[in-house]
């Protein structure tokens, strides 16, 4: 088992306006495994990312990745977690606005020890004719392509993707995910997104739906299909 989420509980304020987010949340995941977090907003699924990724600490319960428990760890042992395991995808793309596509993309490889090379991701990305141009000259695919970039360039075991396409439309959209599939197969990352596209749970190989912190169903997709056949 690569990744073991037990008993993660996480509330937010307290007394009258305690707000119990995760109540009690059980996955475990292969290593190159696909897992769609599924559920509407508020149900928890932001926040359980967050937690895996180590920004935010859980009230109870237990994160192991690789044999290794992240609720142990240090603030300085959390950092190399962070930079040893983990590659993050946001909704906003969060570029370094005076540098190049090429140069974002080589900010994530300067924190890696074993880092993919650039020329190849550029290509895998499509952006290797693009790769002089700052974010102001690129449309939002391509910003989310170099974020994505980003985050692999590092080779990371695990890469969470928030919301991935919530700023992108149809197309684009697709375009995206399909490029999230290519990454996964290609280079074997274990993938965690959340979502609230019913249709994205289709292209994983779990699917985890979450409704008012519970997990409501977690099941491996029998058939799934690829990321350009999906529709909504």
């Known amino acids: 088992m690569f990744i073991e989420i037990k008993g993660i509980k996480k509330h937010f304020g307290e007394g009258d306006s305690r707000v119990d987010v995760l109540n009690g949340i059980d996955i475990e995941l292969e290593k190159g495994e696909f897992c769609v977090l599924l559920g509407p907003s508020g149900s928890g699924k ?41 590659g993050y995808v946001f909704q906003m793309y969060n570029l370094i606005p005076d540098l190049s596509v090429r140069e974002n993309i080589e900010v994530g490889a300067y924190l890696s020890d074993n ?13 290797f004719e693009h790769q ?32 991935p396409t919530g700023a992108l439309d149809y197309n684009t959209s697709k375009e995206i995910l399909k490029l999230i599939e290519d990454v996964n197969k290609k280079y074997g990352n274990t993938v965690i997104m959340v979502t609230h596209n019913d249709a994205i749970k289709n292209m994983a190989d779990r699917v985890v739906k979450l409704r008012d912190g519970v997990i409501r169903k977690n099941y491996v997709n029998d058939v799934k299909i690829s990321a350009t056949e999906l529709d909504w």
């Open 46 to 86: 932001s926040t359980l990312l967050n937690i895996i990724g180590g920004i935010d600490s859980a009230d109870s319960g237990y994160i192991v990745v690789d044999g290794e428990k992240i609720d142990k760890m240090s603030e300085k042992e959390l950092t190399q977690y962070r930079r040893k395991h983990l």
């Open 115 to 127: 880092p993919l090379d650039v020329d190849d991701l550029l290509k895998t990305l499509g952006l």
């Open 132 to 163: 002089k141009k700052l974010p102001n000259q690129l449309s939002g695919g391509q910003q989310q392509r170099t974020a994505i970039g980003r985050a692999i360039v590092k080779n990371p075991d695990i890469l969470l993707c928030d919301e």
